[in-house]
């Protein structure tokens, strides 16, 4: 007999002890396997029949490689894969270096589900709502691919055509916060667009990070926009329009405009692509504008 909720075949699952030969059993067993990290999204997914339950689970609880958070030799903060939500959110260190990354984390489900879900599986959905939020704090990643172990700007990582399908991600490498003190404002900002408050799937995601410089000029500007299903994605438009500039009235409608007409949403039952676009528009300009009259003491 079944019990309710369960799948009918329950899968295999193994418990590899090194990533190599974790990756070598998702490579033998191709798409007959999956790694799991804390489970919350597989779970969605087999539950909505969005994917079937494999015939085997690469559990990868037991790879102490994938756990901790610690600042690394070249200052950055590394976070192990399997680092749970809620261990981000309680870590000093992460909380100093990327108040944005912790403000994606915190909107993301409940408290319970954080406790399970991992960085790892967030980013290895492929459009978890923390994407936004390292892309704009140009992150690097260390995956287990091809064999070897690979250290890459994340970035390049998800847009590769030719990744390999089995890539364990193992690492996470946050930049350190810049010093500031003589650098002005932080443009540090993230901010979610979901149907409710709280406890919900995003519509709209959006993270800027960059400084806004005691003279007034804009430095380092990176925005990303993801959400709703959509791959996070850099607005290079409007951060060439901004990058070296000051936060005029005009130049804050010609980033508007340029983040609509490149930003790239998806549409679902829930909102059209233009909505989302111009939203994401909306949030990124109000924050601007907010920091536009910012005068150093
Ligand atoms: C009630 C509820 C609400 C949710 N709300 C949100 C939300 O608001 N925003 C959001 O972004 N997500 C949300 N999620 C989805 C999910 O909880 C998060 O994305 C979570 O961070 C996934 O982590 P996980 O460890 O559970 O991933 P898993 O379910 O274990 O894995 C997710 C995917 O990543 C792969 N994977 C996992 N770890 C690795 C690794 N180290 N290397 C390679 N591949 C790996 C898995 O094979 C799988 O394809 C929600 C889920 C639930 C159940």
Redesign the pocket.
């Known amino acids: 007999m079944v019990l309710p909720g369960l799948p009918e075949k329950l899968p295999h699952v193994a418990l590899p002890r090194g990533v190599q030969e974790a990756w070598q059993l998702k490579r033998s067993l191709g798409e007959r396997a999956?790694?799991?990290?804390?489970?919350?999204?597989?779970?969605?997914q087999w539950e909505n029949q969005v994917q079937p339950v494999p015939f085997q689970l690469i559990a990868?609880d037991r790879l102490k490689m994938?756990r901790g958070i610690h600042v690394s030799d070249g200052g950055m903060v590394e976070v192990g894969?399997?680092s749970t939500?809620n261990e981000c959110i309680a870590d000093p260190l992460l909380t100093r270096s990327a108040p944005q990354l912790i403000q994606a984390l915190r909107?993301?489900?409940?408290p319970a589900?954080r406790n399970?879900?991992?960085?790892?599986?967030?980013v290895?959905?492929w459009?978890?709502?923390?994407l936004p939020a390292l892309l704009a704090l140009d992150a690097e990643v260390s995956?287990y691919a091809e064999g070897k172990q690979l250290r890459l700007p994340l970035d390049a990582w998800l847009n590769t055509s030719t990744r390999d399908p089995h890539?364990?991600?193992?690492r996470i490498y946050v930049p350190p916060a810049a010093d500031g003190a003589e650098d002005g404002l932080s443009l540090a900002m993230y901010a979610k667009v979901?149907r409710r408050q709280a406890?919900?799937?995003?519509l709209v995601t959006v993270a800027v990070a960059g400084r806004f410089t005691k003279n007034g000029t804009v430095r380092g500007i990176r925005i990303v926009a993801g959400g709703g299903g959509a791959a996070a994605q850099r607005l290079t438009a409007a951060e060439n329009l901004l990058e070296g500039g000051q936060l005029s009235k005009e130049r804050l409608f010609a980033v508007s405009d340029a983040i609509r007409n490149q930003y790239q949403a998806a549409s679902d039952a829930f909102a059209g692509a233009e909505y989302r676009a111009e939203a994401a528009a909306n949030l990124v300009a109000a924050h601007l504008w907010q920091i536009k009259d910012f005068k150093a003491p």
Request: charged share 5%; with cysteine.
């Open positions: 999956v790694y799991s990290g804390g489970g919350t999204l597989l779970r969605t990868l994938l894969a399997m939500l909107q993301i489900a409940a589900v399970l879900a991992t960085l790892g599986g967030n290895c959905s459009s978890g709502d923390v995956v890539a364990l991600l193992c979901g406890f919900t799937a995003s």
